[in-house]
């Protein structure tokens, strides 16, 4: 069932250790069929030098298990409430890397403040508010998405493909595997440069005229960046 998601999905799982974004267990990527309504992901606490592809973990929307002997990532529910309400993409990927993670432990946006955000980016990247302690205590996978999609209202989740959860880490997402373990890389390598930013310029900035022009020459119907 699903053998190319998997195969996928264990892909993206791999490239979050290639470059460096996760250790040991930490992190998760995930991949869903829109058709068959169905999710992969990592299955939860296994190594990644021992992972698989027919280890991936098949769910339906609700996180029932259809498929795979291993229990789902313990992120699962955070991952389906955002295939739930960002139709567009079809994959989510989270890590504990060191520069965004310290922006959300921080509770500070990733500030937009040059071209290489804005080739992913187009804008801030958003930290949520920090949860609740009844929000915690209860469901606090599930809490976690919905703070997601509080903080995305109003934003394309595709023209900010990324999101820190505050006093957490990131998540970020893609319309495929690589493309959200792609996002993924990029999100860390930003908020470094951002670090680096402010601690050299705390009044750092950039135009809104160049975010733009860099941002759309890699997206949208005028796009030139790349081959056709």
């Not at 567009?88 to 071209?115: F, N």
């Not at 009844?134 to 997601?148: F, H, K, M, P, Q």
Request: glycine content about 8%.
């Amino acid at each position: 069932m699903l053998e190319e998601l998997k195969r996928e999905t264990w892909e993206a799982n791999l490239e979050l250790v290639k470059r460096g974004l996760v250790l040991y267990t930490f992190g998760n990527a995930s991949g869903i069929d829109r058709a068959q309504g169905l999710v992969c992901i990592k299955p939860s606490g296994v190594d990644y030098d021992e992972l698989q592809p027919e280890q991936m973990v098949v769910t339906d929307m609700e996180g029932v298990v259809v498929e795979g002997s291993l229990r789902p990532s313990s992120d699962l529910k955070t991952h389906l409430v955002l295939y739930r309400a960002f139709p567009s993409i079809g994959a989510v990927v989270h890590t504990h890397s060191k520069y965004a993670t310290a922006w959300a432990q921080s509770c500070r946006d990733i500030p937009a403040l040059g071209t290489t955000h804005a080739d992913y980016f187009h804008g801030p990247v958003p930290c949520t508010r920090e949860l609740t302690d009844d929000e915690i205590n209860g469901d606090y996978v599930l809490n976690t998405g919905r703070a997601i999609i509080e903080r995305f209202q109003g934003i394309d989740p595709l023209a900010i493909p990324g999101v820190l959860v505050g006093g957490h880490a990131p998540f970020a997402w893609g319309r495929t595997p690589h493309d959200a373990a792609h996002h993924a890389v990029v999100l860390e390598a930003v908020a470094e440069m951002a670090f680096m930013t402010v601690v050299l310029n705390a009044n750092a900035g950039v135009s809104q005229a160049l975010l733009d022009r860099h941002h759309f020459r890699k997206h949208g119907p005028n796009a030139t960046y790349g081959q056709r």
